[in-house]
């Protein structure tokens, strides 16, 4: 099992910059991707930034170029760095880990989901 740990959730001023911390717990085999997904309401959850054991980040349209997504190999942990907020950037954002094994000759993918962050507005 994956626990996981997120902060840094709060108000989001436009133009101002927010930073979401997630913390792994648990064993990390076969662990190779750890990322940050939101969810707006009535929207599916989508991914915002994941980045990979060996260190490739990938980002969503929306948050490239705004967007930082870094992680401590060491201490388990990813941050997101969240710049020129903008309105639709507050939603619940929630941190995901996903572990690959191979079973029986087949791959599986196992996904283990933090509680979530909520990343309000100031209206």
């Known amino acids: 099992q994956v626990q996981l740990m997120e902060s840094g959730g709060g108000l989001v001023h436009p133009g101002g910059s927010l930073s979401l911390s997630c913390v792994a717990s648990?064993?990390?085999?076969?662990?190779?991707?750890l990322g940050w997904y939101r969810q707006a309401p009535g929207n599916q959850r989508a991914l915002v930034a994941a980045?990979?054991?060996?260190?490739?980040?990938d980002y969503a349209d929306a948050a490239k170029g705004r967007f930082a997504l870094s992680g401590d190999k060491a201490n388990k942990t990813v941050h997101l760095q969240m710049n020129s907020l903008k309105p639709e950037d507050t939603t619940v954002y929630s941190c995901?880990?996903?572990?690959?094994?191979?079973?029986?000759?087949?791959?599986?993918?196992?996904?283990?989901w933090g509680q979530g962050t909520q990343v309000p507005d100031t209206s």
């Open positions: 648990g064993s990390m085999l076969r662990v190779n991707v």
């Open positions: 980045i990979t054991s060996g260190g490739t980040t």
């Open positions: 995901k880990a996903r572990r690959k094994l191979i079973v029986g000759g087949k791959t599986k993918m196992y996904d283990y």
